[in-house]
């Protein structure tokens, strides 16, 4: 493109030139050029020619005839000037032809030129036709300004924005050059899964009331961050299961919590995609958590968070609940003697003095322990019921005085909470002998009176030392070699293994399944480390791809054919007369009937509307494996 130039053509090995040089000068506002052409000739060699009338220059088809002057001399002599006149495209483009046209009539050389000429294709500069726009990226519900570089001062400018499926006009034919523009906030609508759109201003240029094109730029729309989903509230509800349900409190490892997240919810536009609670040691990615055991007690914190289409995610909402702390009831201490009816402690008393330390979980005073003793010959099997009540710490006595002196009597005490029972044997020995040998001389006792044939009994209150050591501490060594602290003990009875096995034992791993360590899994890379959910609900990215088959078609009605449809009517004008009075149905006194065209044969075409049914209900499924149960427990000392 160029606003000037020029272009030459020759005769006689280039010794007369007839040049064209041309200049373009825009009118903007009428979207035209003048283009002003002047032809010279250049020659070298000296030539007498007179002055020609007819002489042409053609721009853009049009011919226009000019005069040149008389020339007797070599140089550059300017021949004549034509200006011409010429309309853009509508977009301010424009090509044209031009040539030019000098009658020589001369004989050079023998040669003999009727005349020169020259031509060109031109392009010419472009008129801006419209004026062009640009505006910075910004933020929803902030302003970003769009600058308009005018075409013309006259022009004014209509500015229109396209989001998504919305429009709308910032500014009508504005003589500025700079527009303010804030985007709604409501734009985010149209971009529900994401956080970023391009939109389209438009710039459409006037000349008072013409339109004469438009121009547009992008900007980049962005969401801002305070445009996140919301949580009403995450509330707690109680599963008592065990816990009576009066109580009104959560137990720990008797209770369970469901965790509801309410009036998840959306911001302009967008969908809740997925949830997340968490708190307590449990998870879950559905609205709604039920717990399995609470393992801890105190203050328990849950924590739950949605995440929407655009992957923004949600102010957290949180709920505590209070739980109070439980352990199944234990011994702390506990020994049987023989005793006389005061209570005394006489190894030849037919009675039993008791001393049993315990202690259980009050549950806020909500729990009550229930207290038993029972005691049987070493020999027999069924228990008698002393039916003496103890507390902690304070010598209790029984056995009414019916303790045989010559037998050996297993003790059982027991505690019963609301949850769980447990008990604890003793042994009460024989009355205290140096030696007895039983009669019939096959068995032989120490400390005791001798029971059993063909057995060497020691006083269950005496030592057996073996190599200077007490047998007991061998036991005992042995045992703790066997089960550590920190060791873990199942089993189908409910006893505590301190009876058994001494030391501190604590009730372990209520509701969950062990699992090996694993410190490549970030999962089991702890040791008493939580995690999973007795139940899953699927999100939709969880589901298996998979497809709805819907069956329909478009029906088209049978053809009825041509037709008529007469209407009542009687004659306005007697008989013979073309005029008519058109009566409504069932008006006596019309003439006839008059049939209306007819519309020829014809369908009628219904297209099938409809939704593939919806299924399923959301629910969470059982993530359970096969299980079956047993008591834990886990030595702490």
């Known amino acids: 493109m160029a606003s000037s130039g020029s272009f030459s053509g020759s005769i006689h090995s280039g010794h007369y030139v007839l040049r064209v040089d041309w200049t373009q000068t825009k009118n903007v506002s009428a979207n035209t050029s003048t283009i002003t052409a002047k032809a010279y000739l250049v020659n070298d060699w000296s030539l007498s020619i007179n002055a020609r009338s007819d002489n042409k220059v053609t721009i853009d088809g049009t011919a226009q005839t000019y005069a040149s002057p008389a020339i007797s001399s070599t140089g550059t002599h300017l021949l004549g000037t034509v200006t011409q006149t010429v309309s853009h495209a509508s977009d301010g483009s424009k090509s044209l032809d031009m040539s030019a046209v000098f009658y020589i009539r001369a004989t050079l050389s023998g040669t003999y030129y009727e005349s020169i000429t020259a031509s060109a294709n031109i392009t010419l500069d472009s008129i801006a036709r419209a004026s062009t726009v640009s505006a910075s990226n910004v933020a929803m519900g902030s302003a970003t300004t769009i600058a308009i570089s005018r075409a013309s001062s006259s022009f004014t400018h209509t500015l229109t924005y396209t989001f998504g499926n919305t429009t709308g006009t910032i500014a009508t034919k504005t003589t500025a050059i700079s527009v303010s523009w804030t985007p709604s906030l409501t734009l985010a609508n149209q971009i529900p899964k994401a956080v970023t759109g391009t939109c389209t201003i438009t710039c459409t240029t006037y000349n008072g009331n013409t339109s004469i094109g438009s121009k547009t730029c992008t900007l980049t729309l962005t969401v801002p961050s305070s445009v996140k989903p919301t949580i009403t509230s995450l509330t707690a509800a109680r599963v008592d299961g065990a816990v009576p349900s009066t109580w009104g409190i959560y137990v720990q490892t008797k209770s369970k919590a469901t965790l509801t997240i309410n009036g998840a919810a959306g911001s302009y536009g967008s969908t809740i995609s997925s949830y997340s609670i968490t708190g307590g040691g449990y998870t879950s990615t559905a609205s709604s958590l039920t717990t399995g055991f609470l393992n801890t007690s105190g203050t328990v914190t849950f924590t739950a968070t949605v995440t929407d289409s655009r992957g923004r995610v949600s102010a957290a909402a949180t709920v505590s609940i209070s739980v109070v702390a439980y352990s199944p009831p234990s011994f702390a201490s506990y020994l049987s003697q023989r005793c006389l009816s005061t209570g005394t402690v006489d190894d030849d008393g037919t009675y039993i003095r008791g001393l049993v330390s315990y202690s259980y979980a009050s549950c806020s005073s909500k729990n009550t322990i229930t207290r038993a003793t029972y005691y049987k010959k070493a020999s027999d099997t069924?228990?008698?019921?002393?039916?003496?009540?103890?507390?902690?710490?304070?010598?209790?006595?029984?056995?009414?005085?019916?303790?045989?002196?010559?037998?050996?009597?297993?003790?059982?005490?027991?505690?019963?909470?609301?949850?769980?029972?447990?008990?604890?044997?003793?042994?009460?020995s024989t009355a205290a002998v140096v030696m007895d040998f039983k009669r019939g001389g096959k068995g032989v006792a120490v400390g005791k009176v001798s029971e059993v044939d063909n057995a060497f009994e020691v006083a269950e209150d005496w030592d057996v030392r073996v190599y200077?050591?007490?047998?007991?501490?061998?036991?005992?060594?042995?045992?703790?070699?066997?089960?550590?602290?920190g060791s873990i003990y199942m089993s189908v009875n409910a006893t505590n293994p301190s009876t058994y096995f001494g030391g501190t034992w604590v009730a372990w791993g209520a509701g969950r399944v062990p699992v090996g360590i694993n410190t490549s899994d970030s999962n089991f890379n702890?040791?008493?480390?939580?995690?999973?959910?007795?139940?899953?609900?699927?999100?939709?990215?969880?589901?298996?791809?998979?497809?709805?088959?819907?069956?329909?078609?478009?029906?088209?009605?049978?053809?009825?054919?041509?037709h008529t449809h007469n209407i009542g009517r009687d004659t306005d004008g007697g008989s013979g007369s073309s005029r008519y009075t058109v009566h409504s149905a069932g008006v006596s006194g019309a003439g006839g009937t008059s049939p209306t065209s007819s519309a020829g044969a014809h369908t009628h075409t219904v297209t099938a509307n409809g939704t593939n049914a919806n299924t399923g209900g959301g629910g969470a499924h059982s993530n359970l494996q096969p299980y079956i149960v047993c008591y834990m427990w886990k030595r702490t000392a």
């Open 468 to 485: 200077g050591k007490l047998l007991k501490d061998y036991i005992q060594s042995f045992i703790k070699t066997m089960y550590p602290v």
């Open 382 to 428: 069924a228990w008698t019921n002393a039916s003496t009540a103890f507390s902690s710490g304070t010598a209790f006595t029984f056995g009414g005085g019916k303790i045989s002196t010559e037998t050996s009597y297993d003790i059982k005490y027991t505690l019963t909470d609301a949850f769980t029972t447990i008990a604890i044997q003793d042994i009460v």
């Open 526 to 562: 702890t040791v008493e480390k939580t995690g999973g959910a007795a139940t899953v609900t699927l999100t939709t990215a969880q589901m298996p791809a998979h497809t709805h088959t819907f069956t329909g078609s478009s029906a088209t009605t049978s053809s009825k054919g041509a």
